[in-house]
């Protein structure tokens, strides 16, 4: 049986006295995209070796993308519990996802706890490589959905397990990663939790309790690299809540 594939990624400042996403979650609305590039420039993340690509590209898109990205439209304005956590995450602790109780049979899934310095898990990933969906786990069921879903409840318990020993120092955001296209299945269960027929409660994305955190939807695929040949690496955006970007301050 082959070893879980856990591992522990660094989150830190080049320069702590250096212009950085603290900085920009101080004063969001004075920061220009020029702030907003020095930050990002600032901002070292260490990966070991033998972390799983996908899971490389996820942490990486969240902490510069995303975040750019949440600036950029507003999105921040009504996630700012979550968005103003990236600036103090030192580390995101990586485990992959196992099945079974005496014979333990790892999946192609991967679960994310990032923490500050001072012992906070503010957020959460859930990144599912669409392999899982041929592992001897799930091959006989039909519908991608379904697994999602199923992989998601399972992943929610854990996260009401973090808010019922840190309370305030909790979860405040949750990111689940899937294969593009957004499966419709995992989209109606998310838009039914966060009561996403209201308008400012779709953008918002709250779970409700015990989970109490905002969650949002990202997707991905696989893009081949001309200049290196066949191999590929993962792209990755914001399939929910899809906000419209916004012109960028100068």
Not at 89 to 117: C, D, H, N, W
Request: proline fraction near 4%; aromatic fraction near 8%.
């Amino acid at each position: 049986m082959a070893a879980a594939k856990n591992s522990t990624i660094l989150i830190k400042n080049a320069d702590n006295e250096a212009y950085n996403l603290g900085s920009i979650t101080t004063s969001p609305r004075g920061a220009t995209a020029v702030d907003m590039q020095a930050g990002l420039d600032n901002l070292i993340i260490e990966i070991p070796d033998d972390t799983n690509e996908l899971v490389s590209a996820v942490v990486r898109y969240l902490f510069h993308d995303y975040f750019a990205q949440a600036h950029q439209t507003g999105l921040y304005n009504r996630q700012i519990r979550l968005w103003e956590m990236f600036s103090r995450v030192s580390t995101a602790e990586v485990r992959q996802v196992e099945r079974g109780i005496f014979s333990k049979t790892q999946l192609p899934v991967y679960e994310l706890v990032m923490k500050t310095a001072l012992g906070q898990s503010p957020i959460c990933a859930l990144v599912i490589d669409q392999k899982v969906l041929t592992s001897d786990a799930y091959k006989n069921q039909a519908a991608s959905g379904k697994v999602y879903v199923e992989l998601l409840r399972d992943f929610l318990l854990k996260v009401m397990k973090i808010q019922a020993r840190l309370g305030v120092n909790g979860v405040k955001g949750i990111f689940v990663v899937s294969p593009e296209p957004l499966d419709a299945a995992l989209l109606a269960y998310i838009e039914k939790e966060t009561n996403a027929t209201d308008a400012v409660s779709r953008v918002e994305s709250i779970m409700p309790a015990p989970v109490s955190a905002h969650i949002n939807l990202l997707t991905y695929r696989f893009e081949h690299n001309d200049e290196t040949g066949p191999l590929a690496k993962p792209a990755i955006s914001l399939a929910y809540p899809n906000i419209v970007r916004k012109a960028a301050a100068r």
